[in-house]
């Protein structure tokens, strides 16, 4: 796991004072984080904590009752998805979502062209990915019959087949073995390494110990704690919320 090369540096995202209201309910409660360049940062809680809703209303799919996001000290607060992922903002969903009347291939090569590529070049990108997560193979099935590992590798060839300086993912290690997560584990290492701002949502307390450099953990729809995995992950506060324990395992 590699650290912050420096820690004074700004942030490439961040939020401030976000908030998500649903009718009478807060999703989100004046949230204010950022993620510095080849960070990854692991964000955990548990189930409604509003992990996702953080998730929506960074990549645009939600509007904020209130607050900002900021993208290179930029604001984007009001642009929609797709000018997001053009400025280089990408996801994955937790619910895989391939368009399932085209092939394996044609789910990454239309990703790329969404994101503004030229098709030469999306087709250069679209199998470059394709062999980087071993989907070759499964190149010209279609998405509609592969499992749910196989889609889920499929999902994450999708975002980063955009080339994104920032990449979303949430839930990227759920439902995979122990063999598969430390095989995920490596990828998410890979792909920061080669330029990539990571931000994952997840369960999996060894995997987002193993692959984030620093954890965020919310409850209720606040930030609880924030810093290293291990510095989290002995928070008295998280571990009643989070791990359902108070002392240390």
């Known amino acids: 796991m590699g ?9 490439l995202l961040s939020t401030q004072k976000l908030s998500k209201t649903f009718g009478g309910f807060r999703a989100v409660a004046d949230v204010s984080v950022g993620v510095r360049e080849h960070e990854i940062l692991g964000i955990i ?6 992990k996702t809703t953080l998730f929506n209303l960074i990549a645009g799919s939600l509007r904020p009752t209130s607050g900002k996001v900021y993208l290179r000290g930029a604001d984007i607060t009001t642009r929609p998805p797709h000018d997001r992922l053009r400025l280089g903002l990408a996801r994955t969903f937790q619910l895989i979502r391939p368009f399932t009347s085209l092939t394996v291939y ?12 030229r098709r030469r070049v999306a087709a250069e990108r679209a199998d470059e990915v394709v ?3 071993g989907l070759g193979p499964l190149g010209r099935k279609s998405a509609a019959s592969i499992n749910a590992v196989e889609g889920k590798r499929l999902e994450l060839a999708r975002a980063l087949a955009t080339a994104p300086s920032i990449l979303l993912l949430d839930e990227v290690f759920s439902g995979l073995s122990t063999d598969e997560v430390d095989e995920m584990v490596a990828l998410v290492a890979q792909i920061r390494h080669d330029g990539t701002t990571v931000l994952i949502i997840e369960h999996n307390v060894r995997a ?13 729809g606040q930030v609880v704690c924030d810093g290293l995995p291990e510095q989290v992950f002995r928070n ?5 919320s989070y791990l359902g324990h108070r002392d240390p395992a």
Not at 3 to 11: K, L, N, R, Y
Not at 208 to 220: H, Q
């Open 236 to 240: 008295p506060i998280v571990m009643e």
């Open 3 to 11: 650290g912050i090369s420096e820690s004074s540096a700004p942030w």
């Open 208 to 220: 987002i110990g193993a692959a984030a450099d620093r954890v965020l953990a919310i409850d209720s």
């Open 131 to 133: 062999a980087r997560l």
């Open 45 to 50: 809680g548990p189930n409604g904590a509003g």
């Open 106 to 117: 044609e789910n990454v090569l239309t990703a790329a062209l969404g994101s503004g590529l």
